[in-house]
């Protein structure tokens, strides 16, 4: 089993950055694939980025291309959500996943964090 923590969130202005950690405890992290998927109100749980094991695979979102990397450091079973350039509609609470696959639908990830809130101020 894995336990996910999830944290970094905070209040920001728009153009401004926050780092989000993911701190996990149990076997399950060594070997699987961290993605950070966010939920805005009234709407659904979407992807945001995903990274390999091994590091050398990452994916992103569309709507956060360019503006978000996403890191891990095994040893430390940590990953890492480093956001740039942050906009309102970033605005949602922030989760990180654990699985086996390297994909991006939230059903692929059977390990959840508890989710940490982003909010951008226009």
């Known amino acids: 089993q894995v336990h996910l923590v999830a944290s970094g969130g905070g209040l920001v202005q728009a153009g401004g950055s926050l780092r989000l950690s993911c701190s996990a405890t149990?076997?399950?992290?060594?070997?699987?694939?961290v993605g950070w998927f966010r939920q805005a109100p009234g709407k659904e749980r979407e992807f945001v980025s995903a990274?390999?094991?091994?590091?050398?695979?990452?994916t992103y979102a569309d709507a956060v291309k360019g503006r978000f990397t996403i890191s891990r450091n095994n040893a430390e079973k940590q990953a890492y959500l480093q956001m740039n350039n942050l906009k309102p509609e970033d605005t949602g609470v922030y989760y990180c996943?654990?699985?086996?696959?390297?994909?991006?639908?939230?059903?692929?990830?059977?390990?959840w964090g508890q989710g940490t809130q982003v909010t951008v101020l226009s």
């Open positions: 996943a654990c699985s086996s696959v390297f994909g991006t639908q939230p059903g692929e990830y059977p390990y």
């Open positions: 149990g076997r399950i992290f060594s070997g699987y694939a």
């Open positions: 990274i390999s094991w091994i590091r050398t695979n990452t």
